[in-house]
C-alpha cells in the first residue's frame, strides 16, 4: 500500500533553517508529483510547492520562492523540504502529499505531518 | 494569491444535507475544473473527499458530492453522520500556475 512516511519533530531558533524529509512506499516514485503543505497552528492549509519526482522540475508558491528549496533522490524514494531563514511564523505542521496521476492539486495520499517549532 | 473563502462554519443535525461554499474570482475557480475538496479531522492528515470538481476518489462515501458554478464552488455532504465532524478546505488551480487553499470550515454535527 502507499505510505509517505515523514520525518519527526524538529525545534530551531529564528533564523536557522529546516530540513524535513518525506519517505514514499508502495509506488513508483519517479511516476508522480509530490507536494508540500504547511499549517500553522488553528490556521489553514497553505501550499508551498512540488517536485516532479521523474525530472526534479520544481515549483514554488510565491510566498515561498527564495526560501524553500524540494529536493528529492530517487534512490531512497525520498522527498525533501528545506526552508530557510525561520521565523516564528513559520511554526506550523509541513506536510507532504501525493497528487493522483490526473493532476489538479489532488492529494490522494498524505505524510503524518512534521511538527516544527520556531523558537528562541 | 489571497485564500479562496468558505464560511467559518456550518452545523446540521444527523441525518440532515449540509452545503459548503468555496467563492474565488475567475482566475481560480472560476477559470479551471481542478477544485478539490479535503476533510480534517483534529490532529490528522487532509483526506480528499472531491477532485475536479465533482469527483470522488475511490472509497469515498457517495453522501459527499461536489459542484460549481461560475466562481463558486460547493461541496454538499447529505445523510450528515457524527463522523462528518471535522474541517474542511477547498482548493483550486490558479493562473499563476500554482494552488491556493479555501479559508476552511468547521463543519458541526449537532
Known amino acids: 500500500q502507499v505510505q509517505l512516511v515523514q520525518s519527526g519533530t524538529e525545534v530551531k531558533k529564528p533564523g536557522a533553517s529546516v530540513k524535513v524529509s518525506c519517505k514514499s512506499s508502495g509506488y513508483t516514485f519517479s511516476s508522480y508529483v509530490l507536494f508540500w503543505v504547511r499549517q500553522a497552528p488553528g490556521q489553514r492549509l497553505e501550499w508551498m510547492g512540488w517536485i516532479t519526482a521523474g525530472n526534479g522540475k520544481t515549483k514554488y508558491s510565491q510566498k515561498f520562492q527564495g526560501r524553500a528549496t524540494i529536493t528529492r533522490d530517487t534512490s531512497a524514494s525520498t522527498a525533501y523540504m528545506e526552508l530557510s531563514s525561520l521565523r516564528s511564523e513559520d511554526t506550523a505542521v509541513y506536510y507532504c502529499?501525493?497528487?493522483?496521476?490526473?493532476?489538479?492539486?489532488?492529494?490522494?495520499?498524505w505524510g503524518q505531518g512534521t511538527l516544527v517549532t520556531v523558537s528562541s | 494569491q489571497s485564500a479562496l473563502t468558505q464560511p467559518a462554519s456550518v452545523s446540521g443535525s444527523p441525518g440532515q444535507s449540509i452545503t459548503i461554499s468555496c467563492t474565488g474570482t475567475?482566475?481560480?475557480?472560476?477559470?479551471?475544473?481542478?477544485v478539490c475538496w479535503y476533510q480534517q479531522h483534529a490532529g490528522k492528515a487532509p483526506k480528499l473527499m472531491i477532485f475536479?470538481?465533482?469527483n470522488r476518489p475511490l472509497g469515498v462515501s457517495n453522501r459527499f458530492s461536489g459542484s460549481k458554478s461560475g466562481n463558486t464552488a460547493s461541496l454538499t455532504i447529505s445523510g450528515l453522520q457524527a463522523e462528518d465532524e471535522a474541517d474542511y478546505f477547498c482548493s483550486s488551480y490558479t493562473s499563476s500556475y500554482t494552488y491556493v487553499f479555501g479559508t476552511g470550515t468547521k463543519v458541526t454535527v449537532l
Open positions: 475567475s482566475t481560480d475557480v472560476g477559470g479551471y475544473n481542478y
Open positions: 502529499g501525493r497528487e493522483r496521476p490526473g493532476g489538479g492539486g489532488a492529494l490522494e495520499y
Open positions: 475536479d470538481v465533482s
